[in-house]
T-cell receptor, first 113, second 117 residues
Framework: NAGVTQTPKFRVLKTGQSMTLLCAQDMNHEYMYWYRQDPGMGLRLIHYSVGEGTTAKGEVPDGYNVSRLKKQNFLLGLESAAPSQTSVYFC????????????FGQGTRLTVV | AQTVTQSQPEMSVQEAETVTLSCTYDTSESDYYLFWYKQPPSRQMILVIRQEAYKQQNATENRFSVNFQKAAKSFSLKISDSQLGDAAMYFCAYRSAVAGANSKLTFGKGITLSVRP
């Protein structure tokens, strides 16, 4: 049981380049999330999805786009990377049931130079 | 909007001793969930313990227990018999139980716990 898998685990981008982070879960979860983790800031929600074909903005959505074309996948896109987007990105998923926990991927360390 | 505050950025504990990590939160809701997550150097986020606000009994998981004070909006984590493997960053998190808004976890800034041998 793989759980939540993020691809890639590490990436270095040049300013202005674009990339897509992939999150895949095999638990048939309805809800999926993208967070970023920065030193001293905790985890902040970028975007989330409550079901296939739906997405919503979180706390820090600027500079990012997302898509949920398939229930098991949640993609995070950076169209024009900036140094301020250097961070560790986490994907998480959980069921729609109230009393359930979120499961996290292993994180992606992104550096924008 | 809900906020979660972890005011201590770092703490240290002697192996085999007990340590308490503090967390406060702000909400106008009466029904919600609170969590403590552990993040070791591997970066993996691991759920340590969970508390439902409607339950008065404090949650316990082996060496980990919480002191949930709903009126004070306080949710501290106690680690007993600390082990070297407990060294990690710990995050407190809040999630609403209100339908339609219950999907988002709000995290505190985290606290780095070191364990002295």
């Amino acid at each position: 049981n793989a759980g939540v898998t993020q691809t890639p685990k590490f990436r270095v981008l040049k300013t202005g380049q674009s990339m897509t982070l992939l999150c895949a879960q095999d638990m048939n979860h309805e809800y999926m999330y993208w967070y970023r983790q920065d030193p001293g800031m905790g985890l902040r929600l970028i975007h989330y999805s409550v079901g296939e074909g739906t997405t919503a903005k979180g706390e820090v959505p600027d500079g990012y786009n997302v898509s949920r074309l398939k229930k098991q996948n949640f993609l995070l896109g950076l169209e024009s990377a900036a140094p301020s987007q250097t961070s560790v990105y986490f994907c998480a998923s959980r069921t729609h049931l109230m009393n359930t926990e979120a499961f996290f991927g292993q994180g992606t360390r992104l550096t924008v130079v | 909007a809900q906020t979660v505050t972890q005011s201590q950025p770092e703490m240290s504990v002697q192996e085999a001793e007990t340590v308490t990590l503090s967390c406060t939160y702000d909400t106008s809701e009466s029904d919600y969930y609170l969590f403590w997550y552990k993040q070791p150097p591997s970066r993996q986020m691991i759920l340590v313990i969970r508390q439902e606000a409607y339950k008065q009994q404090n949650a316990t998981e082996n060496r980990f227990s919480v002191n949930f004070q709903k009126a004070a909006k306080s949710f501290s984590l106690k680690i007993s018999d600390s082990q070297l493997g407990d060294a990690a960053m710990y995050f407190c998190a809040y999630r609403s139980a209100v339908a339609g808004a219950n999907s988002k976890l709000t995290f505190g800034k985290g606290i780095t716990l070191s364990v002295r041998p």
